[in-house]
């Protein structure tokens, strides 16, 4: 295949190169035929201007015998304008065949020499004629001077006459053995590309048959993929709405376990209040698992109910102050035992959103910050309202969050180079559920930190 690549584009250059050699030898072609018609003018002109010096020649004769005749003036008047005539067709002549040194020459040292001749034997004849008469002109014309002077140009500007045909007919077969090279050397470059033409036309065609049989075999294949896809995809599918089935019902069923084991744990702190302080701290330790379990529960809920697309936004009117006052006596215990001082920044406002989702947020944020700090870094709840939103930032002075990891926050299951401080579980499902309750509830999260000095979680949702 490459072998016959490289005949077609060997005969592609060929072509290229006979195109461009026919382009020039037609434009020589060109210039020789303008040349040639040019000669061919010029030829005839040096012919007619040969002929017509023969015909002045001529005349000059007749007025000259004319007038040694019968010695009228009419004779002579037409022998001087002949001789006038003839003057000015010499040099009309001499520079026609400028160009041609043979017939200058030629011109110049045998027929001007024979006008010159012709014309003083005409002038002796004038002359004898008016000094001594008519009988001594007869007997000047009976000596045949004159016509063996006329039979001498005569000879000479026919010879001359014939250089030129000669020289034209030369010209003419000259051009026409160009003409044959020429047309030889376009034949050859036609036939050149009509081979590459037929050649690359062959050529595609095979190409077309080998790209439409690979086509087909890319259909097929195609096909078969996209059917490997279906399956896969239903497989998946299935095997997703098996996960999230397992998951709800999982979660769901550990929350009444987890439950139970809580109110035993508040049983048994009523029952006996005389416990020791380690059987206190066992307790407490059981508790801690236990609403942390709770919490990773509830999660697992959430991130499966928005996957599932099983979420319904109820708007309702929200007063901020005993709402946040509730939020901060839920974190109360835990920031206490971490010595973490929680400041929440409570306003007086109303915010119509769903109140489940907004704890879901903020629970989540709050967890997060006290889940990251150490003793005695505050965490804050700022809340901040204007004329179409609300503001909540959740500020903590933690060991900030590295550039390069901000954009994993909200994936789910991200898993970052912070740890908790207190060895509390993280899941990496809470920034998630975040950004898509937050979304959901029509408003924008961001994130500002800095490394060594803490983070900044911005909810901003509208107000109606």
Sequence with gaps: MNRRRDKVFILLVVSIGMTIICGFVTWWGTQEKRESVDLVIHTYQVIESSERILSLIKDMESGNRGYAIVQDSAFLENYLEAQDLLVEESARLQTLVGDNDTQSRFLKNKILPAFENRKNASL??????????????????????????????SVLVNHFIQNEQVSLTDREQELEQNIVIEDVIQFSSFMVIGITCTMAFLRLIRE??????????????????????????????EANDAKDHFLGIASHDLKVPIAGVLALIEIMRLENTERTDQDNEYLSYMEESCKGMQHLISNLLDINRIDRGETTFSKQRID?????????????????????????????????????????????????????STHGQAVSIKTTVDNKNIHFDVEDH??????SEIPLLFRKFSRL???????????????????ELTEMAGGTLSVKSTLKQGTTFTVTLPLE
């Design 208 to 237: 077309r048959k080998s790209i439409n049989n690979l086509l087909e075999k890319l259909e097929e294949v195609n096909e078969g993929l996209e059917q490997k896809v279906k399956t896969r995809t239903t497989e998946l599918t």
């Design 417 to 435: 180079t912070n740890r908790p401080t207190a060895g509390e579980s993280s899941s990496g499902l809470g920034l998630a559920i975040v950004k």
């Design 320 to 372: 901020l102050y005993p709402f946040l006052t509730r939020l901060e006596k839920g974190f109360e215990t835990n920031a206490k035992k971490k010595g973490i001082p929680l400041v929440v920044n409570k306003v007086e406002a109303v915010l119509e959103s769903d109140p489940g989702y907004l704890s879901r947020i903020l629970e989540n944020l709050v967890s997060n910050a006290i889940k990251f």
């Design 398 to 403: 933690g060991p900030g969050i590295p550039t």
């Design 124 to 153: 002796t004849s004038v002359t004898v004629v008016n000094i001594h008469g008519r009988d001594s002109a007869h007997s000047l014309i009976a000596s045949q001077v004159g016509k063996a002077y006329m039979d001498t140009i």
